[in-house]
């Protein structure tokens, strides 16, 4: 038994223990593969907070990062994510690892539904890029990319206005940028303020951001090529604002909706066989998918949560101040070196669509 101090020498990384022993109970790669995405997190974040080993977390460490979760996810999503924590301590607790289950009390006081079954979709990088090169439509591939290369909300794609995006070779002819663009060509500025009701750019808005502080995330190559394409058939704009992203359809020039957004993603979804009616979120690829994956995808390329934390808005103010320090180096160096490709393909123009 453990001391609650050390973990048994025989048993070096405990999750790498849990992850063998739920293989040979017969759970497949993709659940693993989830738990240990989840875990490892955790992990990370008791690291983060004075190098405490899993053995000797406590509950309320627990509770804390259970609380982050809730910022970013829904209900079950979070409720998914403790089970894989409550079910990790509570097999090291019976076998005699730990000393004790943190997340037995943990569970007992939350209200969130607990999924049976929660491993999720585990698209590859490869597999992404078949389903990016399958899309034409100037604005559906627009909206995909954005979120894809960034990581944002959608109600965040949603709030850009033209005057959130700064392209070093621009088909605008005249936007005037926000002025936190200056100096940083191919950039998208993703602010904290706009929320539900609010009016903000002369317009009111009917989606929230939900970011703890402004930010500036990086174009790269890819998306920088996917919006031109974009900007040169776009709708000119109904609104004052000028929004980024516009109808092409019934509201033709009006911004585009958090259920426009969905109804784009979840149409080319379901055409590659990503998307089910009566599927969850553990099969289905939604906009809220892409998220997950760029925050995955990217983390394991560089290695860097803070970078990961910073670019999807996630961060205090005094991490920003950290990585923005230097903009080349902190941040737009490691994102264009580690963020994965997506073909770019030739696209139809407005009336053919």
């Not at 690892?97 to 997340?103: A, I, K």
């Not at 500036?216 to 996917?226: K, M």
């Not at 020039?253 to 080319?268: A, E, F, K, L, P």
């Not at 055409?271 to 760029?294: A, C, S």
Request: aromatic share 8%; hydrophobic share 35%; with cysteine.
């Amino acid at each position: 038994m453990s001391t609650g101090t050390a973990i048994p020498e025989e048993v070096e990384d405990p999750i790498e223990y849990f992850l063998t022993d739920i293989t040979y109970q017969g759970k497949s790669q993709r659940t693993s593969d989830a738990y240990e995405r989840v875990l490892r997190d955790f992990e990370a974040s008791l690291r983060e907070n004075g190098e405490k080993p899993l053995a000797v977390a406590s509950h309320r460490d627990c509770m804390a990062w259970i609380h982050s979760q809730r910022e970013e996810l829904s209900k079950s999503t979070v409720a998914t994510y403790a089970s894989y924590l409550h079910r990790f301590y509570a097999y090291m607790t019976q076998i005699g690892v730990f000393d004790s289950n943190p997340m037995a009390i943990v569970v007992e006081e939350m209200d969130e539904r607990i999924d049976a079954d929660p491993a999720r979709r585990d698209v590859s990088i490869p597999e992404m890029q078949g389903f990016v090169s399958g899309i034409d439509h100037p604005l559906d591939r627009a909206v995909i990319v954005t979120l894809l290369k960034t990581g944002m909300r959608v109600g965040e794609l949603c709030n850009l206005d033209q005057r959130d995006l700064h392209l070093s070779d621009d088909p605008r002819e005249s936007v005037t940028t926000r002025p936190a663009l200056d100096g940083r060509p191919d950039s998208l500025f993703v602010a904290s303020e706009p929320s539900r009701g609010a009016t903000v750019n002369g317009e009111q808005r009917a989606a929230s951001n939900k970011r703890r502080r402004d930010t500036v995330v990086p174009v790269d190559a890819d998306l920088a090529e996917t919006l031109r394409a974009w900007l040169d058939v776009r709708p000119d704009p109904v609104s004052s604002a000028r929004p980024l992203f516009t109808s092409t359809t019934d509201n033709w020039g009006q911004r585009i909706t958090t259920d426009g957004v969905r109804h784009i993603v979840t149409s080319h979804a379901s055409v590659h066989g990503w998307y089910d009616n009566g599927g969850g979120v553990e099969e289905n690829v939604t906009p809220h998918y892409f998220r997950h994956f760029f925050t995955t995808h990217l983390r394991d390329r560089t290695g860097d949560r803070g970078i990961v934390k910073y670019l999807r808005g996630d961060v205090a103010q005094d991490i920003i101040d950290t990585y923005t320090h230097d903009w080349g180096d902190r941040v737009r160096d490691v994102y264009e070196d580690h963020i994965y490709e997506l073909p770019v393909a030739a696209y139809r123009t407005m009336s053919e669509t």
